[in-house]
Each structure stands twice: as structure tokens, then as C-alpha cells.
């Protein structure tokens, strides 16, 4: 049984940072690209950053590019999102994904193998 479990979300202060974790079990992970979603109320759910399985390559939405930073440990079996400067606007549920195209991962959430639960996100402005 596949488990994706996200942690480390809260409140924080526009400026202020967060690192989600994303812990998988019940797959190879090293199999598997890896991805990052968020959700906002009324909103569709949309890709944030994605990452191949040796996590030699990275993807990001554009509104996120050169602050966050997704990373992955194969020993772990745990992908991480390390949100820098954060704005109200990107507040929001943020969501694990897996699935064995690193390219699925990194564009829209069809289709997608494996989902966590989510982790909410709020920074206050």
C-alpha cells in the first residue's frame, strides 16, 4: 500500500519560510519522479516544482522559480519543498505526488499515480 505523508505546513509571515517534507512508503522510490501541488480555495489544483528520480533535474511553476526549491533523498525515501520568501498568494494545500514520469509530475495533476493528503499552508500578509 502506497502512503505519501506531507508535513511541516503552518502560519508564517509574508517574508518568512517553510520546508515541506513528503514521506513515501509502499513503492521504490527512487523509481518514481516526484512532485509538489498546491490548492487554494475555489481554485483548480496546480503544479509547484517537480523532480526526476536522481533529482538531477528540477521543474518550477513560474511564481515560484527562485524561491522555493524541491529536493529529494533516496535514502529517505522523502522529497522536500523549501519555500523562501513566501507571499500571501501562496497560500494554500500543498500536495505529494508520485508517479514513475518525472514529466507528469511536473505539469498538470491528471493522471498522476499517488497523492498524500495534503498540508495547508497559510502565510498572512
Known amino acids: 500500500q502506497v502512503q505519501l505523508v506531507e508535513s511541516g505546513g503552518g502560519l508564517v509571515q509574508a517574508g518568512g519560510s517553510l520546508r515541506l517534507s513528503c514521506a513515501a512508503s509502499?513503492?521504490?522510490?527512487?523509481?518514481?519522479?516526484m512532485g509538489w501541488f498546491r490548492q487554494a480555495p475555489g481554485k483548480e489544483r496546480e503544479f509547484v516544482a517537480g523532480?526526476?528520480?536522481?533529482?538531477?533535474?528540477?521543474y518550477y511553476t513560474d511564481s515560484v522559480e527562485g524561491r522555493f526549491t524541491i529536493s529529494r533523498d533516496n535514502v529517505k525515501n522523502t522529497v522536500y519543498l523549501q519555500m523562501n520568501s513566501l507571499k500571501p498568494e501562496d497560500t494554500a494545500v500543498y500536495y505529494c505526488?508520485?508517479?514513475?514520469?518525472?514529466?507528469?509530475?511536473?505539469?498538470?495533476?491528471?493522471?498522476?499515480?499517488?497523492w498524500g493528503q495534503g498540508t495547508q499552508v497559510t502565510v498572512s500578509s
Open positions: 505526488a508520485a508517479d514513475p514520469d518525472p514529466v507528469r509530475v511536473s505539469r498538470s495533476p491528471n493522471g498522476i499515480d499517488y
Open positions: 509502499g513503492l521504490t522510490f527512487r523509481n518514481y519522479g
Open positions: 523532480i526526476t528520480w536522481s533529482g538531477s533535474i528540477t
